[in-house]
Each structure stands twice: as C-alpha cells, then as structure tokens.
C-alpha cells in the first residue's frame, strides 16, 4: 500500500486549500483513510478521518472549516481546507489502516503512512 500526499502550501490566513491523498492500489485497502498533522514541537493529531462507508470525522479544532471526503474511482481522499489560520500550520499526512482504525473505534491492521505535504498559513 502506497499514499501520495499532495496539495500543500502557503496560504493567507482565510485562504483555502484542498489537499489530496492518493491511495495504491485501491483507496480502501484498510476501512478507514484519515488525514493527520504535525506541527514544530507538537505531536501528531487527528484533523479528519473518513470509512469506506462514507462516515466522517473532524477535529473539534476544524469543524466547519475542513471537509474530508474521498473519490473511490480516483482512489483519492480529500482535505478541503477553509478559513486557514495561523495555528492550522503543519506537516500534513495521510494513514490507513491501524492509527485510523483506531480513531473510527476500530484497532486492527497494519499501519501506512505518505509523506507529509507542509502547509503554511501567514497572518
């Protein structure tokens, strides 16, 4: 199982992006694709996570400003991400299988990671 992460950058604050993961050989390889992020001296968090079946979900931190949402003939899941902010700066990754799993109520499975696509939110 591969993910490509894409999408990053630097935005405005209020800007928007809309970030991509590509998963191989098939998007649901595992039952669940969440994205996740890091910033500089933070631990890795949660920012939205989306199950084979269309169930989603968002960081409190990000509710009503990022979408999580998934294309199964592209094999993509997608962050769209609305009225940036400063603190939304980080190492953006995308995961399937066990650290997902988990956070959908789940804990089985192997465990993938992509690399990460910086975002950088300006004031």
């Known amino acids: 199982v591969q993910l490509q992460a894409s999408g990053g950058g630097l935005v405005q604050a209020g800007g928007s992006l809309r970030l991509s993961c590509l998963v191989l050989p098939y998007i649901f390889s595992f039952d669940a694709v969440g994205w996740y992020r890091q910033a500089p001296g933070k631990e890795r968090e949660l920012v939205a996570a989306?199950?084979?079946?269309?169930?989603?979900k968002h960081a409190d931190s990000v509710k009503g400003r990022f979408t999580i949402s998934k294309d199964d003939a592209k094999n993509t899941v997608y962050l769209q991400m609305n009225t940036l902010r400063p603190e939304d700066t980080a190492v953006y990754y995308c995961?399937?299988?066990?650290?997902?799993?988990?956070?959908?109520?789940?804990?089985?499975?192997?465990?993938?990671w992509g690399k990460g696509t910086q975002v950088t939110v300006s004031s």
């Open positions: 989306i199950t084979i079946g269309g169930v989603t």
């Open positions: 995961n399937t299988g066990r650290t997902t799993h988990r956070a959908m109520g789940g804990d089985y499975g192997p465990d993938y």
